[in-house]
């Protein structure tokens, strides 16, 4: 009977618990799908926004950038504050700085303000992004209810791009450009209710290293610029060059300054674990085959097949298909297989899909061509992104949690500014050397109604289109030789572990 009993009152317990977990990550899940959305949604509206505000064609770009640029720099700023301060206070701060940024973009009159409220919502981005991947990392047990919280995770971010094409195409077309930015409120005061649902995360000793976050910060500044700007200006604008330069100089400092100070910014320690240290550098490379792949894509469906945005959006959803299921099967193998036997293939694959797309016509069909290349192109970088993102974090010391969740995001972040930067830059350059200022020539045919104009463009645009994916094929490659080089632990997350922890705990 007091056996029973026993089971009884253990069973009541867990199941509470489990609520809780699951609330927690409704609500970690909804906050990185938010965070991440922003990254796209406003893409579909540019038009829009540039023939309401009178936006200039070279100020235009910074609707997007001032996001990218702000979100990328001070994502190690807000691991560290959420290290320091309590990482739901400072998730809490986020959303409600980005919320507010919303309200303004939306309401924004001009340019000038519009801008700085993306940039106000980078900064909210900031801020949250890494203590919500943090707070997974510290809440969820090790072994199954961490990989499928980390699954979910990783999900968000292949969701997050596509729904905002759809999503962006959707307000736009049938209410208002401002309602991409309006359509944050609901949601995000919705997360803030649920991050009631969230523990604490505990608060460090120590200070924040001012002068690590000032060098460190304007380093991040200066190097995301610079990779933005190239895709816009190319790689030896004098420009971009002194920004690179202005980059090396001030990461320099700060690796200095976090070698020497007591509570550092950014621990060097965390380099030290040659499988956290390439788990790092090759969520770069999945970032840039992330965010490259689809942005080349979108564009390859709307001038070279002439699908329309919310048409483009639909024929995406095999992107956001593609990485939740692998997410799913990639978190169950992490159990039984060690990470790089789950990643590197993955990014095989990924690269594969990417070949695919190299080959691409102006009469590709998209069920037979697009649709299966593009599905095993986000099934690979779904399989590899799991594990790479559970040995980045795995067994940190939780008063580091957030630094190391937050260089995750970084190198993701980072990595999408490369991806985006690069393969435009290739396939401007391809599709150019068959004709030049091709997109040009592709905008006034259709104007004018000139088809033999709109094919040669759309051949041009084809070839610099599969041109670019070729490139983002080696680059996976690369990625995947990587992993098999640097991340060699054999330890997974298996639940056995979990039970391990708790009895070191008691």
């Known amino acids: 009977m007091s056996a029973a009993s026993a089971d009884q009152s253990q069973t009541s317990a867990a199941s509470p618990a ?3 977990l699951g609330l927690s990550l409704l609500v970690i899940a909804t906050a990185q799908l938010m965070l991440v959305l922003d990254d796209s949604i406003a893409n579909i509206a540019l038009p829009s926004i540039q023939a309401d505000l009178g936006v200039a064609a070279a100020d235009l770009p910074w609707v997007i950038n001032a996001y990218v640029l702000v979100f990328g720099a001070l994502l190690l700023f807000g691991g560290r504050v959420g290290d320091l301060f309590g990482r739901r206070r400072v998730l809490r701060i986020g959303l409600a700085v980005f919320v507010a940024a919303s309200l303004l973009g939306g309401l924004a009159p001009n340019t000038g303000l519009l801008i700085a409220a993306r940039a106000l919502q980078g900064l909210g981005a900031a801020l949250a992004a890494p203590n919500a991947l943090a707070l997974i990392a510290t809440t969820f047990p090790i072994g199954k209810p961490r990989n499928s919280a980390m699954a979910v995770y990783g999900a968000m971010s292949a969701v997050g791009i596509v729904a905002g ?7 736009t077309g049938l209410l208002d450009w401002r309602w991409v930015f309006f359509i944050n409120i609901p949601i ?5 209710a649920g991050t009631g649902a969230l523990p604490e995360g505990g608060r460090g000793r120590g200070r924040l290293d001012t002068p690590g976050a000032v060098s460190g910060t304007g380093a991040m500044v200066a190097l995301v610029y610079g990779v933005t700007r190239a895709g816009e200006h190319g790689w030896t604008d004098a420009v971009n060059l002194a920004a690179f330069t202005v980059a090396a100089v001030l990461l320099a400092v700060f690796l200095m300054l976090q070698a020497r100070t007591d509570v550092p ?3 060097l320690g965390l380099f030290a674990d040659r499988n956290r240290a390439g788990s790092y550098l090759t969520i770069l490379f999945i970032g840039a085959g992330l965010l490259g792949s689809f942005y080349l894509l979108a564009l390859f469906l709307q001038q070279v097949l002439q699908f329309g945005a919310l048409k483009t959006g639909v024929a995406s959803l095999p992107f956001a298909a593609g990485i939740i299921l ?3 099967i990639s978190s169950e193998l992490v159990e039984r297989l060690a990470p790089r036997l789950v990643a590197a293939p993955g990014l095989v694959l990924a690269a594969g899909g990417m070949f695919w797309l190299s080959t691409l016509t102006m009469d590709s069909s998209y069920a037979g061509h697009v649709m299966p290349a593009l599905f095993l192109t986000s099934f690979g970088l779904g399989l590899a992104f799991v594990p790479l993102t559970l040995t980045a974090v795995h067994r940190v010391a939780e008063d580091r949690a957030g630094v190391a969740s937050a260089l995750v995001n970084m190198a993701q972040q980072i990595g999408a500014a490369l991806g985006l930067a690069v393969l435009t830059t290739v396939s401007t350059a391809a599709a150019d050397e068959q004709l030049p200022g091709a997109a040009q020539v592709l905008q006034q045919g259709l104007a004018v109604d000139d088809p033999g104009a709109v094919a040669r463009a759309g051949e041009a645009l084809a070839q610099g289109y599969t ?13 995947a030789v990587l992993v098999a080089a640097t991340v060699a632990t ?8 979990t039970a391990d922890a708790v009895k070191a705990a008691a």
């Open 188 to 192: 995000g005061l919705a997360v803030l």
């Open 18 to 20: 489990g609520r809780r």
């Open 467 to 479: 041109t670019g994916f070729l490139t983002g094929a080696g680059l996976l490659l690369a990625a």
């Open 490 to 497: 054999r330890g997974t997350q298996r639940t056995a572990e």
């Open 165 to 171: 094409v759809l999503l962006g195409g959707a307000l």
């Open 265 to 267: 910014l950014l621990p």
């Open 326 to 328: 692998a997410s799913g």
